[in-house]
């Protein structure tokens, strides 16, 4: 394994992380030297699967292992954005255009004080903060809110089985038809 992979379109594969604690708040990280806030994310490598990604990144991120989460459940599909212009680095090659995303939502059932940002040369992140449901999408930058959203609408059921938390009053109103029409296909016996 070795090098990012990024599909013939210019998407690179990626991998997301949404990390529940005991008491049903999202773990959001604090990006090194910025104000910016995040859930942990990475690329995937030539030959590596998604889950791979996810427990490799899962460790250098944050420095938890297998053993310190239970998967609930993963995306069915990829979730794509688009970088804007000003973010393309249009000198690499091959070029990358966005990222395709599998999202992992798991439950930590180690200590919270398991949490660590040294496993890796370069942490990316150095604080964390736990936050209610749909506070990370308000939080990150703009051109991954509706990944965030579509992440969180998809995967919330496998943390919240009695249904997810009322969105907020900010929820953007163009969002509601779209993504109330995303999750109603999702349900099991749906058209």
Known sequence: MSGDWIDDEGFRANVGIILLNADGKLML??????????????GMLVGEDPEQAMFRELREEVGLAAEDVEV?????????YRLPKKYVRHKSMPLCIGQKQRWFMLRLV???????????????????????????????????????????HELGSTAYPQ???????WWPKRWRTVFD????????GSA
């Open 29 to 42: 990280a604090g990006r090194v030297g910025s104000r910016g806030w995040q859930f942990p994310q990475g």
């Open 72 to 80: 609930l459940g993963v995306t069915r599909d990829w979730i794509r």
């Open 110 to 152: 180690a200590p919270t004080d398991s949490l660590r940002f040294d496993l890796c040369d370069q942490p990316e992140f150095d604080r964390v903060r736990w936050v209610d449901f749909w506070r990370p999408v308000n939080e990150v930058i703009y051109f991954k809110r509706r990944v965030y959203a579509r992440a969180l």
């Open 163 to 169: 249904g997810l938390p009322p969105r907020p009053r």
């Open 181 to 188: 029409k995303d999750i109603a296909t999702m349900q099991p």
